[in-house]
C-alpha cells in the first residue's frame, strides 16, 4: 500500500456522521459485484459506510485497475451504489454483473 492524504479517523467520522449528503462521490481500492466497495483500512472504510449511509445518491468512481479487484477491508455491498463511472478497458463480464445487481454504469469512452 501507499501514503494517503486523507483525513479518515474517528472525529472525521463522527463528524460526518451528523451530515446529509444529496450526492456523494467515491472511490477506493476495489469493486466487484460479488464483494462489493473494498478498501486497504478500516479507518478509511469506517468514513466512506458514514458517508454512504448518509447520502441520497451514491457515485462510485473507479479505473478498470480496481473494478474486478478486491481490497482487504470491505466497505459495502455493490448494489449500495446508484452509479458506478469507470472507463473503457473496463471487464465487460464484471460490469454485467453490476449492472444485474442494479447499478447504473456509465462507461468513460478513450478520447
Not at 464483494?35 to 458514514?50: I, K, L, V, W, Y
Amino acid at each position: 500500500m501507499h501514503g494517503t492524504t486523507s483525513l479518515v479517523d474517528s472525529l472525521a467520522t463522527a463528524f460526518v456522521k451528523n451530515m446529509h449528503f444529496d450526492k456523494c462521490f467515491m472511490t477506493g481500492a476495489g469493486y466487484s459485484a460479488s464483494f462489493g466497495f473494498s478498501n486497504g483500512t478500516d479507518e478509511t472504510a469506517t468514513f466512506q459506510r458514514a458517508v454512504i449511509e448518509n447520502s441520497r445518491q451514491k457515485f462510485l468512481l473507479m479505473p478498470n485497475q480496481k473494478v474486478s479487484f478486491n481490497a482487504f477491508i470491505k466497505v459495502c455491498d455493490a448494489d449500495k451504489f446508484n452509479v458506478l463511472i469507470t472507463d473503457w478497458d473496463t471487464v465487460e463480464d464484471e460490469l454485467i454483473k453490476i449492472k444485474e445487481s442494479g447499478v447504473q454504469v456509465i462507461v468513460v469512452e478513450k478520447s
